[in-house]
Nanobody, 121 residues
Framework: QVQLVESGGGLVQAGGSLRLSCSAS????????MGWYRQAPGKQRERVAT???????NYADSVKGRFTISRDNAKNTVYLRMNSLKPEDTAVYYC???????????????WGQGTQVTVSS
């Protein structure tokens, strides 16, 4: 099992910055992909950014150039630095991790509880 705890959300004015953090704990063999998703009211959850254990990153077009995902594999922690925030970035941001519990075992997806990010205009 993997527990994900997020922090760093809040209220910020448009153009401002926030940094989200997500730490994984529990009993697992390895974590491959860690990432961030978001869900705005009335909309489906969407991928924001992901990072593999090999530091390959991927971003949604809407955040490219503004958001940066990074990982500290030793701490099983992923970060999301968000710059030049826009009101349309307002959403609940969820951390996720794709992890194996045993060597050569199947991969499971885990989710954090979410952290609210609100960008005022």
């Amino acid at each position: 099992q993997v527990q994900l705890v997020e922090s760093g959300g809040g209220l910020v004015q448009a153009g401002g910055s926030l940094r989200l953090s997500c730490s994984a704990s529990g009993s697992f063999f390895s974590i491959n992909v860690m990432g961030w998703y978001r869900q705005a009211p009335g909309k489906q959850r969407e991928r924001v950014a992901t990072s593999t254990s090999g530091d390959t990153t991927n971003y949604a077009d809407s955040v490219k150039g503004r958001f940066t995902i990074s990982r500290d594999n030793a701490k099983n922690t992923v970060y999301l630095r968000m710059n030049s925030l826009k009101p349309e970035d307002t959403a609940v941001y969820y951390c996720n991790a794709d992890a194996t519990i045993t060597d050569r075992g199947p991969t499971y997806r885990y989710w954090g509880q979410g952290t609210q990010v609100t960008v005022s205009s």
